[in-house]
């Protein structure tokens, strides 16, 4: 067990590793197990580096298993070509489909990856689908990712193809990616209710709103100071 490893004793260590391995792949390939899979291409990848290896186990347990992390992971490899696979955004995209309409904890993260392909157009041979975008957008919103409900704000703000501009519900989403912690939310957010933009002029509630911004920005300035030292 975990708690009797002396883990200063290197070679205990290693055998504890070496003895997860096997566990891991038995649950995965012995038992079936989704989840054991996915414990096994974690540990591929975090313990042993081996992104290839670790690749295939993801590629396995989303496209027979269907498994939501497994198949977001395995996105995120396409993006950028890791583990030896093809780095192609449409194959991106469809992993990151798979892992959003399956929920999962990484659901709200591949919903707000698909719309950003499909926002950009990346998706579809450079063909923007704002329409569709949006749908994902709000998936991902609805699960409290602040950065989907800001992108339907900039959405509803701009007017684009398929998204008619709306100031009132651009509004919306500005207030609830700004209670989501999202900066430039709040700031947009004081804005509209300074000038009046989808909601009646606001003096007080802009500035409550610039006020939760600037101390948003200082936490952000304050994390960065404590990687850094």
């Known amino acids: ?29 012995g038992e079936k197990d989704p989840e054991g899979c996915q414990r096994l291409a974690d540990y591929l990848e975090g313990i042993k580096k081996n992104y290839e290896e670790t690749a295939k186990v993801l590629q396995h347990n989303c496209e027979v298993n269907g498994h939501s992390e497994s198949c977001y992971r395995l996105g995120a490899y396409h993006v950028t070509g890791k583990g030896g696979v093809a780095e192609c955004l449409k194959k991106a995209y469809s992993c990151f489909v ?5 929920g999962g904890k990484s659901s709200a993260d591949a919903c707000h990856n698909t719309a950003l392909l ?8 450079d063909q923007p689908e704002s329409g569709l975008a949006r749908r994902y957008y709000e998936r991902a919103c609805e699960q ?3 950065p989907s409900c ?25 207030l609830k990616a700004c209670e989501l912690g999202h900066v ?5 957010a004081s804005r509209m209710y300074k000038l009046g933009d989808g909601i009646a002029p606001d003096e007080q509630q802009a500035e409550k709103l610039k006020n939760r911004a600037k101390m948003l920005h200082g936490e952000v300035k304050e994390r960065q100071l404590s990687f850094g030292q």
């Open 184 to 188: 430039w939310a709040c700031a947009n």
């Open 1 to 29: 067990m975990a708690d009797m490893v002396d883990f200063k004793n290197e070679e205990e260590v290693k055998q504890f590793l070496d003895n997860l391995e096997v566990e891991y792949r038995y649950q995965c390939h």
């Open 98 to 102: 798979k892992s959003c309409e399956s």
């Open 150 to 174: 800001f992108n339907l704000s900039a959405m509803y703000i701009q007017g684009t193809a398929g998204v008619s501009k709306d100031m009132e519900v651009a509004l919306k989403f500005s």
């Open 144 to 146: 409290g990712f602040a």
């Open 118 to 125: 499909l926002h950009d157009g990346r998706a579809f041979e």
